[in-house]
T-cell receptor, first 120, second 113 residues
Framework: AQKITQTQPGMFVQEKEAVTLDCTYDTSDQSYGLFWYKQPSSGEMIFLIYQGSYDEQNATEGRYSLNFQKARKSANLVISASQLGDSAMYFCAMREGPQAGGTSYGKLTFGQGTILTVHP | EAQVTQNPRYLITVTGKKLTVTCSQNMNHEYMSWYRQDPGLGLRQIYYSMNVEVTDKGDVPEGYKVSRKEKRNFPLILESPSPNQTSLYFC????????????FGPGTRLLVL
C-alpha cells in the first residue's frame, strides 16, 4: 500500500523568502505520479505541480518547484519568494501508476497536509 | 467555463436518512473521484471511476455508493448516513486516469446528527 508523509504540521516563513515543504512517500511501484495541491482558507483545492516517477528533471511551475529525490523517496515542494497569498494548507499526493494486472491504477493518496503561514 | 460542480454545498441531516451528493463536470473528463477531508487526516479517496460504468474503491469506501451512468456525472450516495460521515467532501475529475491535473469541485460540508 502506498503512503504519503508530511512531517511538518505547520511552517512559518517571512515574505519574499523561500520555503521548503517536506513530503516523503512509500511505494513499491516503479511508475507513479506525485502532486502538490494548495488549499486556501476558502476551501478550494488548487493544483500546483506534478512530477512523474520517470521524469528526469525536477518539475517547475513559476515560483513552485518540486525537489524530487527518487532514491530517498522524497518530493519536497519549494516555494520561492513567498507572498502573503501563499498562506494556506499544502497537500502532497501520490497516484499509483498502471501495472499489469493491477487494479489500483487511479487511486490517489494524500498526506496529512502542512499549514504554511507567510509573515509580512 | 470549465468546472466541476457539487450540490448541495452544505447539508445537515439526521442519522439513517439517505442522501445523494451530486457531482458534474463539463470537460468531457474520463476520470472522476470522490474524497473526504477530515482534520489531521488530509484527503482520503472514497471511490473513483476511470470511465462510464467503471468504478473502483478508494481507501475509505465503507458506507458509500457511487454510480457512473453518464460521463459527466458521478453522484455519491450515502444510504444510511452516520455521524462519522460528517466531513468535507470533494469531487474531482481529470481528462484521463493518468492525467497530471485534477480539477476539484468546491466541496460539500456534511453534518450528520
Amino acid at each position: 500500500a502506498q503512503k504519503i508523509t508530511q512531517t511538518q504540521p505547520g511552517m512559518f516563513v517571512q515574505e519574499k523568502e523561500a520555503v521548503t515543504l517536506d513530503c516523503t512517500y512509500d511505494t513499491s511501484d516503479q511508475s507513479y505520479g506525485l502532486f502538490w495541491y494548495k488549499q486556501p482558507s476558502s476551501g478550494e483545492m488548487i493544483f500546483l505541480i506534478y512530477q512523474g516517477s520517470y521524469d528526469e528533471q525536477n518539475a517547475t511551475e513559476g515560483r513552485y518547484s518540486l525537489n524530487f529525490q527518487k532514491a530517498r523517496k522524497s518530493a519536497n515542494l519549494v516555494i520561492s519568494a513567498s507572498q502573503l497569498g501563499d498562506s494556506a494548507m499544502y497537500f502532497c499526493a501520490m497516484r499509483e501508476g498502471p501495472q499489469a494486472g493491477g487494479t489500483s491504477y487511479g487511486k490517489l493518496t494524500f498526506g496529512q497536509g502542512t499549514i504554511l503561514t507567510v509573515h509580512p | 467555463e470549465a468546472q466541476v460542480t457539487q450540490n448541495p454545498r452544505y447539508l445537515i441531516t439526521v442519522t439513517g436518512k439517505k442522501l445523494t451528493v451530486t457531482c458534474s463536470q463539463n470537460m468531457n473528463h474520463e476520470y472522476m473521484s470522490w474524497y473526504r477531508q477530515d482534520p489531521g487526516l488530509g484527503l482520503r479517496q472514497i471511490y473513483y471511476s476511470m470511465n462510464v460504468e467503471v468504478t473502483d474503491k478508494g481507501d475509505v469506501p465503507e458506507g458509500y455508493k457511487v454510480s457512473r451512468k453518464e460521463k459527466r456525472n458521478f453522484p455519491l450516495i450515502l444510504e444510511s448516513p452516520s455521524p462519522n460521515q460528517t466531513s468535507l467532501y470533494f469531487c474531482a475529475s481529470s481528462l484521463w486516469t493518468g492525467d497530471e491535473t485534477q480539477y476539484f469541485g468546491p466541496g460539500t460540508r456534511l453534518l450528520v446528527l
